[in-house]
Antibody, heavy 116, light 112 residues
Framework: EVQLVESGGGLVHPGGSLRLSCAAS????????MHWVRQTSGRGLVWVSR????????SYADSVEGRFTISRDNAKNRLYLQMNSLRIEDTGVYYC?????????WGQGTLVTVSS | DVVLTQSPLSLPVTLGQPASISCRSS???????????VNWFQQRPGQSPRRLIY???NRESGVPDRFSGSGSGTDFTLKISGVEAEDAGVYYC?????????FGGGTEVEIK
């Protein structure tokens, strides 16, 4: 069974940093691209970032380019999102999502709240 | 960015009756490789999104056959042939043809 378990969310002040982590199991992690997707206000879904099989190619939404860094450790079956210079508008539930013909399996999400 | 417009925003449906959700794109979603990367997701209350359909009309394993996807170009549809109580939730379309990936605003299916 595919499982994706996120951790690392929390409350942070504007300008602060957080590192999200996603533990993957139930599939061969190195065979899939991976994404981070944010959900805001319980409804809107926004793609944040994606990474290829071995981490050599990454892509970001314009709103996070230069502030967020996606990475992976295939030996540990882990996906990461380093989030710096956080803004209020970065608030939301962050999902780790596997890619197979597009996003398919989603984790349960971790809540990031940016507030003063 | 590609804008996906879903309608209706809210869809009250009587048990056993059909339901249909529209997703319209601001540009064609046919990729140069010949595929059209349109997915549909279901999000039940308190749960993460679950993919129902990929590449317009391919059902995920375990998804009941009352769910079907169709469309081409810029117009796509998710249909539920006979709504069951467990189908309550928000449904999203998503396109993966053009970067960045984008999602529709969601349609809430309410069981009457």
């Amino acid at each position: 069974e595919v499982q994706l378990v996120e951790s690392g969310g929390g409350l942070v002040h504007p300008g602060g940093s957080l590192r999200l982590s996603c533990a993957a199991s139930g599939f061969t992690f190195s065979n899939n691209w991976m994404h981070w997707v944010r959900q805001t206000s319980g409804r809107g879904l926004v793609w944040v970032s994606r990474i290829n099989y071995d981490g050599s190619d990454t892509s970001y939404a314009d709103s996070v380019e230069g502030r967020f860094t996606i990475s992976r450790d295939n030996a540990k079956n882990r996906l990461y999102l380093q989030m710096n210079s956080l803004r209020i508008e970065d608030t939301g539930v962050y999902y780790c999502v596997r890619n197979s013909w597009g996003p398919d399996y989603w984790g349960q999400g971790t809540l990031v709240t940016v507030s003063s | 960015d590609v804008v996906l417009t879903q309608s209706p925003l809210s869809l009250p449906v009587t048990l056993g009756q059909p339901a249909s959700i529209s997703c319209r794109s601001s540009q064609s979603l046919e990729h140069s490789d010949g595929n059209t990367y349109v997915n549909w997701f279901q999000q039940r209350p308190g749960q993460s999104p679950r993919r129902l359909i990929y590449k317009i009309s391919n059902r995920e394993s375990g998804v009941p056959d009352r769910f079907s996807g169709s469309g081409s170009g810029t117009d796509f549809t998710l249909k539920i042939s006979g709504v069951e109580a467990e189908d309550a939730g928000v449904y999203y379309c998503m396109q993966g043809t053009h970067w960045p990936l984008t999602f529709g605003g969601g349609t809430e299916v309410e069981i009457k």
